[in-house]
């Protein structure tokens, strides 16, 4: 939940987004449902489902939206990180060791709170002081896509779990058979034709 609150505090637009898009993918869910089985009709239970499953798919698209938000400012973090590794180096040729690219990352994370509750830290090796601001954002980036697909499989599961118990929970009405009059006063289903009453003017020639 800490994640949501800093979204809250730091991006307004995560929040409208990711409620909009909440509430459309609940609504989406129910006209489905629906159309699929005409003769359903909803009960307490089915909406206390819904009700649930639009709690948690908001929740989930919020996230979403935090995350591409995160990957919209990614390139925006690098000139930060330059001046992070600056403080350990001004030799844009050195290469840096885990530890130090530990601390450059933990002092970027602590620059931007949200960031704190997607990732825990990072080392890098193998990069020099002016490769590794590049680098870090690089893999910020590719971090967070991974984040996505995880927030929308999860997603996926909440909705297949919410369709089957909505299913099996709703009421489902019978179609009711119609009976109409005969002439000869009882009742027949609707659908079957009446026949008039009157002579048979079939017939076959005899034989001379």
């Known amino acids: 939940m800490g994640a949501l609150f800093n979204i809250l505090h730091y991006s307004m637009g995560s929040l409208f987004w990711g409620v909009f898009i909440g509430v ?37 698209c919020i996230l979403i939206c935090g995350s591409i938000s995160i990957i919209r400012l990614a390139r925006s973090y690098e000139p ?25 990352v933990s002092d970027m994370i602590s620059h931007s709170p949200l960031l704190a509750h997607y990732i825990g830290g990072g080392e890098f090796t193998g990069y020099t002081a002016a490769e590794l601001p590049r680098a870090i954002t690089n893999e910020l980036e590719s971090y967070m896509r991974y984040y996505i697909l995880r927030r929308i499989l999860w997603s996926l599961g909440f909705v297949i779990t919410g369709a089957v118990i909505v299913i099996k ?5 019978r179609p009711v058979r119609r009976r109409v009059a005969v002439a000869s006063g009882g009742y027949a289903p609707s659908g079957e034709r009446r026949r008039r009453p009157g002579r048979d003017n079939r017939r076959i020639a005899r034989r001379r």
């Open 169 to 173: 929970t709703m009421d489902r009405q």
């Open 80 to 104: 930060t990180v330059t001046a992070f590794v600056e403080t350990i180096t001004t030799a844009p040729g050195q290469y840096i060791t885990a530890e130090e690219s530990h601390a450059v």
């Open 24 to 60: 459309a993918c609940l609504a989406l869910f129910f006209l489905l449902i629906k159309g699929w089985y005409k003769d359903a009709h909803f009960n307490i239970a089915t909406y206390i489902t819904g009700a649930v499953l639009g709690c948690l798919l908001m929740f989930q």
